[in-house]
């Protein structure tokens, strides 16, 4: 038994439809799944991971029809860009609401079900943006990464439980993410107004031409069925797999002209 949130629509939507078509029992969450519910083959439950309450009653409910869960995928996410000087505190609060601390709540309502089954994996849906810092994506680089870093600590204190768990790191990938995304807004006037507007137009871009979300969707697949997860998992493009390793072998300031470089920045 699968439970994925955030499962209405983009990389979750399409992990569902997959494991569904495999056989798996999938539950996905939505916000409001009355809305979207006919557009998934999965049955969608209310759930907000920044509201407890939700959490504790849509668990009720898996628990009660299937006496158990074995995996959940911690995908529910939200997208945040702008300069940082220039973001407002109330925007950082909700993307760590929504990005680590709803993360975690998730994992804190499973962990007690899966110690009494003796076994259970948690799946967390992280970024590639996660292993660097990047101009303008600041927040959002830094809630993935803590998700990472996270996974880490988890791993060690669960494995006497049996419960495993990795994380997984996309690149961009064709879904809707754009459209949900909190963007500080361009400032007339600001020292940031035309660098940040153009990387807006860049990021856009590169979801718009980015992968199928079915690839995310395989590698999930592969993860369920390998006994032994690894810790860590990116699923991307050959050059957005590769900026990872260079960020291991290059020298700080190499790097950071290389970034700089690509975003257009003195």
């Known amino acids: 038994m699968v439970l994925i949130t955030g499962a209405s629509s983009g990389i979750g939507k399409a992990i569902g439809a997959y494991l569904h078509e495999r056989g798996f029992r999938v539950y996905g969450t939505s916000r409001n799944p009355s809305k979207i519910q006919s557009s998934v083959p999965f049955r969608l439950l209310a759930l907000d991971v920044t509201q407890i309450d939700t959490i504790e009653k849509a668990l009720s409910e898996v628990i009660q029809a299937e006496g158990r869960i074995d995996v959940l995928v911690n995908n529910a996410g939200m997208g ?40 259970g994996l948690v799946i967390n849906i992280t970024s590639i943006a996660g292993y660097m810092g990047l101009p303008f994506r600041g927040v959002y680089s830094a809630t993935k990464g803590s998700m990472e870093l996270l996974t880490e600590a988890y791993r060690m204190e669960l494995k ?14 064709a ?20 660098v ?30 390998n006994p032994n997860p690894k810790g860590h998992y990116r699923v991307g493009s050959f050059l957005q797999k590769f900026s990872v390793a260079l960020k291991r072998i290059l020298p700080d300031w190499m790097y950071e002209r290389m970034l700089m470089r690509h975003y257009k920045l003195k």
């Not at 945040?80 to 993307?95: F, N």
């Not at 439980?161 to 961009?172: L, Q, R």
């Not at 979801?207 to 690839?215: H, L």
């Open 196 to 225: 940040y507007h153009d990387t807006l137009e860049m990021m856009n871009a590169h979801v718009d031409r980015g992968g199928d979300p079915k690839v995310m969707a395989e590698a999930i697949y592969r993860i369920i069925r």
């Open 160 to 173: 006497p439980f049996g419960i495993a768990m990795t994380s997984v790191a996309p690149g961009d990938f």
């Open 80 to 119: 945040i860009t702008g300069p940082l000087e220039e973001t407002p505190a109330a925007a950082v609060l909700k993307v760590y609401d929504t990005n680590v601390f709803g993360p975690m709540e998730m994992i804190r309502a499973v962990l007690p079900y899966m110690r009494k089954q003796q076994g």
């Open 175 to 194: 879904t809707n993410i754009a459209a949900g995304r909190y963007h500080a807004p361009v400032i007339k006037g600001s020292p940031y107004e035309k």
